[in-house]
C-alpha cells in the first residue's frame, strides 16, 4: 500500500499494462501449440521480410534464371524449378512477401468491418438493424469478382486494390455470425445489468458483447487467412494484380496452366500449397491458444 | 417527501397476440429510509416494476403514470440524466447472480465496473474501493482477482450485493435476490442485505414470492395481483391478519413452525395465475377466491382502508360492498 502512495497514477497504469501483458503471455505460453503457431508465423514474417537480401532479382527473372527448366529437387535446387529456370524455393521465398500481407490485411480488413456491423446491428436493433443488415445482405449477393474487377477499373490494378477487393467482398459472413452472436448475448442478464449500471451503448459493446464474440471472430479470421490468400491467387490469375509480383497463389496458378499435376511435377505444385496450409494451421493454432487466454472457463479445462 | 414515489403506473407490453397489461395502474409509495416489499406469484408484473424503475424495460413495452424517484420523473428524464440515475441513485440486486456477471471478466473488474462509469476516479482508487467493498459482504478481498464461475451461489450473491452498493445508492432494488440459493445461505444473504442498508442508510425494495421472507425483513408489504396491488400495509399485518383473500392464501401457503394444524393441512391456492391477456371480469382473483360472492365478478374494488392496512376487496368494503352491489345490478 506504501508502494502505492509514491507512485503516481500514470506510473500505477503502466506497472498494470505490463502486468497484463506479462500475464497474458504466461498464459498463452501454457498453450504449446499456440506457441508453436506463433513461432511458425514470426519465421514466416521474418524469413518474408528477409527475402530481398538472400534473393536476387536474376534469379527470380523469367528470361534470366540460370537453373535448367523443369528439373526435379537437387542439391543445388532443394524443390526444383519451374518452367522458366526458377527454384521453386526461391518463388515460395519471394512470394511469401505478397501472400502474407495480402493475406494479413485483407483478413483484418474484413474481420474488423464484419464485427463492427455486426456488433452495430446487434446492438442497436430496429432501424439500424435493418439498414446494415439489407446492406450486408446486398454486399452477400454481389458476385466478388466482378466486384473486384470493376475496383480494379477505378482504383488501378495493384496489390492494394486486391487487398481491398477481398477486404470489402468477405466481411458480409462474418457480420451475420457476428450479429447473430451478439444476438444471443444481448439476451443474457449480465447485458441488462450493465445497462442498469449506467452503462451507454458503447461501454456495453466494448465491454461486455465484444469479449464474448472474440471466439467466434478468432475463429472467423483463422479461416478466412488461408482464404485470402487463396483469394489472391484467383484475382492474380485473372490479370488483376501486377503480373510482375510473385505469390504462392500465382506459383500454384503457373504450375498448374503449365500442366504440373498431369506431368508429376510435384516439387513445382505442392510446395505453394503447403505453405499456404502452413499459416492457416499456424494462425489457427494462435487464435485456438488465444481464445484460451481470453475465455476464463476454457482455460479451467486446460 | 418519499424517496421513490410510483403513481398509477401502467406497462403494457405490445406482442404478436395483442397487447398485454403487466401493470394495470399501480402505485406505491416508498419514504427514505424504510424497508418495503413487494410480493406475489410470478408473472403479476413484479418484476416488471423493477424495471421500469430505472428504464430498463424492452421496447416493446408501454409505460405510462409517473415514477417519482427524489421527485423527479424517471419517465421523462433526459437520457444523460437517467444514465446518472441508474446505480449511483438506485441500483439492483438482480435475480440469478450466476447470469447476471459477465463470464470473461474477473469480479474485481465487475464490482469497479460502476465506480468508474460514475465517478472520476483511478483504476488504483476503484480497486482499493473494491477491496472494501467485498470485505463489508463478507468476501476475501483477494477474490476480486477470481471470475464468476470460480465462486459458490451464495459467493456470486455477495459479489452482486458489493456491485450494488458501489456508487452509494439511496435506494437498492432486490429482485428475488435469494431465489437461486438454499435456505441457510438465503438467510445469510438476507442478513447481510439488511444489515448494509441499515448501515449505509439506504432505502431498500425487496421483490420476492416469499411473503414470509419479506414479512421478517421489510416494515411494509405491497401484495401484487395481476399487475395491482392488492393490499399493503404493515408487514406483520399484511402477513400474519390478511385481509385480501389472496394475501391469506399467500401468508398461509408457507407451513408455521410450531404450529401443527399448518403442517398436516397446508393451505395452498388452487389453480393458476390469470393470462394478463385474458384477465377476468370485476375482480380479477375471484374465479380462485375462496370466498368470492357473486358481485366480485362485476365489480373491481379500488384499495380500501382496512384495519391499519389497505386491501382492494369487497370483504373489507363498508357493509360488504352493499352500495357497490347494487350499482354493479344497475
Known sequence: ?302 | MSLLEIDDLTVTYRTAGGPVPAVRGLSLDLPAGQKLGVAGESGCGKSTVALALLRLLPTTATVSGRILFEGEDVLSMTWGRLRAVRWAGASIIFQGAMHSLNAVHRIGAQIAEPILLHESVTQAEADLRVTELLTQVGLPPDRARAYPHELSGGQRQRVMIAMALACNPRLIVADEPTTALDVMVQAQILRLIEELVRDHDISLMIISHDLAVLADTCDRLAVMYAGRVVEQGPARQVFEAASHPYSAALSGAFPRIGDPASRLQPRGLAGDPPDPAELPTGCSFHPRCPSALDICSHVDPELWPAGESEAACVLVLPDQGASLAEEAIR
Not at chain 1, 512470394?95 to 474484413?110: D, I
Open chain 1, 1 to 302: 500500500m506504501t508502494t502505492a502512495e509514491v507512485l503516481s497514477p500514470r506510473r500505477m497504469a503502466w506497472i498494470r499494462r505490463w502486468r497484463t501483458v506479462t500475464r497474458v503471455w504466461r498464459e498463452f505460453r501454457r498453450n504449446r501449440a499456440g506457441v508453436v503457431g506463433l513461432v511458425l508465423l514470426v519465421g514466416a514474417c521474418l524469413l518474408a521480410l528477409a527475402a530481398p537480401l538472400f534473393i536476387s532479382e536474376m534469379e527470380l527473372s523469367v528470361t534470366r534464371a540460370p537453373g535448367p527448366f523443369v528439373a526435379s529437387p537437387s542439391w543445388d535446387y532443394p524443390l526444383g524449378t519451374d518452367k522458366f529456370g526458377r527454384s521453386v524455393l526461391d518463388l515460395i521465398w519471394q512470394g511469401s512477401r505478397v501472400s502474407l500481407t495480402v493475406g494479413f490485411l485483407a483478413t483484418f480488413m474484413s474481420v474488423f468491418l464484419g464485427t463492427v456491423i455486426g456488433i452495430a446491428s446487434g446492438h442497436y436493433r430496429g432501424w439500424v438493424e435493418s439498414v446494415l443488415m439489407r446492406f450486408t445482405d446486398w454486399v452477400l449477393v454481389l458476385p466478388t469478382l466482378v466486384l473486384a474487377v470493376s475496383l480494379v477499373v477505378v482504383l488501378g490494378r495493384g496489390i492494394g486494390t486486391i487487398i481491398i477487393a477481398i477486404g470489402v467482398t468477405a466481411w458480409p459472413v462474418t457480420a451475420r455470425l457476428v450479429r447473430a452472436q451478439t444476438l444471443a448475448v444481448e439476451s443474457r442478464p449480465f447485458i441488462e445489468r450493465s445497462r442498469a449500471l449506467g452503462g451507454g451503448h458503447w461501454h456495453v459493446m466494448s465491454r461486455h458483447v465484444l469479449p464474448n464474440v472474440m471466439p467466434i471472430v478468432l475463429a472467423r479470421t483463422t479461416l478466412l487467412v488461408a482464404a485470402t490468400i487463396i483469394a489472391e491467387s484467383t484475382l492474380s490469375f485473372l490479370g488483376l494484380g501486377d503480373p510482375s509480383l510473385i505469390s504462392w497463389g500465382s506459383t500454384l496458378q503457373e504450375a498448374r496452366d503449365a500442366g504440373a499435376t498431369s506431368a508429376g511435377l510435384w516439387w513445382w505444385i505442392v510446395p505453394p500449397g503447403i505453405a499456404i496450409a502452413l499459416v492457416a494451421l499456424a494462425f489457427t493454432m494462435v487464435g485456438r491458444a488465444l481464445e484460451q487466454v481470453y475465455n476464463p472457463r476454457l482455460r479451467e479445462r486446460l
